[in-house]
């Protein structure tokens, strides 16, 4: 059964910074792309940054590049961000998730970790 | 990076039919067959119902159609259910964005 179980959220201050992880289970995890993907409460879906299975290519989205930074340890079957000079607009539930087949189509999520920007 | 665009809302009664628009531009959706959509209930992770424009995931039910025109996509779900009252996202990968994917605003479907 293809698991992913994100953990890292919590309370910060602005300007501070947090990482977030993500455990891989029940698939061979160094073949598939991973995304973070966040969700503001009460808001939609914004996809935050990608990483393909070598770690070759990796993207951000305008709104945290430069701050966040996506990394993957293929040994360990895990996933990070490091999130650094945390705004209160990073406040949001930051999920994991598959691409099923590099077409940017997430087959498999986790249940997602809150991470909150406050003073 | 500019979200794709949805209704804010759709509503169908039980066994009716619905559709919920995605509308991009040439370099997204009308580019490519990148386009997937998801559901999602609330307090609850997205699910992927829709992947490549039309195609299903294992285990997801044949109510659920995609299909795409010009540079719209469209989410068909027929013989509405009083479980598919969920928010629906659409997303579609892009040339015009140094992050290749871009997610619609999401659409909250009400089964009356």
């Known amino acids: 059964e293809v698991q992913l179980v994100e953990s890292g959220g919590g309370l910060v201050k602005p300007g501070g910074s947090l990482r977030l992880s993500c455990a891989a289970s029940?698939?061979?995890?160094?073949?598939?792309?991973m995304n973070w993907v966040r969700q503001a409460p009460g808001k939609g879906l914004e996809w935050v940054s990608s990483?393909?299975?070598?770690?070759?290519?990796?993207y951000y989205a305008d709104s945290v590049k430069g701050r966040f930074t996506i990394s993957r340890d293929n040994a360990k079957n895990s996933l990070y961000l490091q999130m650094n000079s945390l705004r209160a607009e990073d406040t949001a539930v930051y999920y994991c998730?598959?691409?099923?087949?590099?077409?940017?189509?997430?087959?498999?999520w986790g249940q997602g970790t809150l991470v909150t920007v406050s003073s | 990076q500019s979200a794709l665009t949805q209704p804010a809302s759709v509503s169908g009664s039980p066994g009716q039919s619905i559709t919920i628009s995605c509308t991009g531009t040439s370099s997204d959706v009308g580019g490519y067959n990148y386009v997937s959509w998801y559901q999602q209930h609330p307090g609850k992770a997205p699910k992927l119902m829709i992947y490549?424009?039309?195609n299903r995931p294992s285990g997801v039910s044949n109510r659920f159609s995609g299909s795409k025109s010009g540079n719209t996509a469209s989410l068909t779900i027929s013989g509405l259910q009083a479980e598919d009252e969920a928010d629906y996202y659409c997303?579609?990968?892009?040339?015009?964005?140094?992050?290749?994917?871009?997610f619609g605003g999401g659409t909250k479907l009400t089964v009356l």
């Open positions: 490549e424009v039309s």
């Open positions: 997303s579609s990968y892009t040339s015009s964005s140094t992050l290749p994917v871009v």
């Open positions: 998730a598959r691409d099923r087949d590099g077409s940017y189509s997430l087959d498999y």
């Open positions: 029940g698939f061979t995890f160094s073949s598939y792309s």
């Open positions: 990483i393909s299975s070598s770690s070759s290519y990796i």
